[in-house]
């Protein structure tokens, strides 16, 4: 899978220096996966959800949210959020237009 964009997911992540480990473990399995829909991706991850037209990762236990749109046709991952709980809890996520 190829990860767009992984710039804007180290800006987004840079604040909670808690997670650089679990996000340079996710981004390495990303780089390595042939995901062909979300069952495959809960082989490795079983907390992945899909959420409207967006898949939902659970970082670091229950502490941050990872939301990404995956094009499994072509491959890509396309990186839309990085929320603690309590904002993804808000749910201002899902005013996006992919959502």
């Known amino acids: 899978m190829h990860l767009i964009s992984i710039r804007n997911l180290r800006r987004d992540t840079a604040q909670f220096a808690d997670v650089k480990k679990q996000i340079d473990e996710w981004y390495a399995t990303v780089k390595k996966a042939d995901w062909q ?3 495959d991706i809960r082989r ?3 907390d992945a959800e899909a959420v409207g037209n967006f898949t ?3 970082i670091k ?4 949210r ?3 749109g995956v ?3 072509n491959q890509v991952i396309y990186y839309k959020y990085f929320l603690t709980h309590s904002q993804y809890n808000k749910e201002n ?3 996006d237009p992919y959502f």
């Open 37 to 39: 829909n979300l069952e």
């Open 44 to 46: 490795i991850y079983r």
């Open 56 to 58: 939902v990762f659970n």
């Open 61 to 64: 236990g229950n502490n941050y």
């Open 66 to 68: 990872l939301i990404v």
């Open 71 to 73: 094009d499994y046709e």
């Open 93 to 95: 996520w899902k005013n």
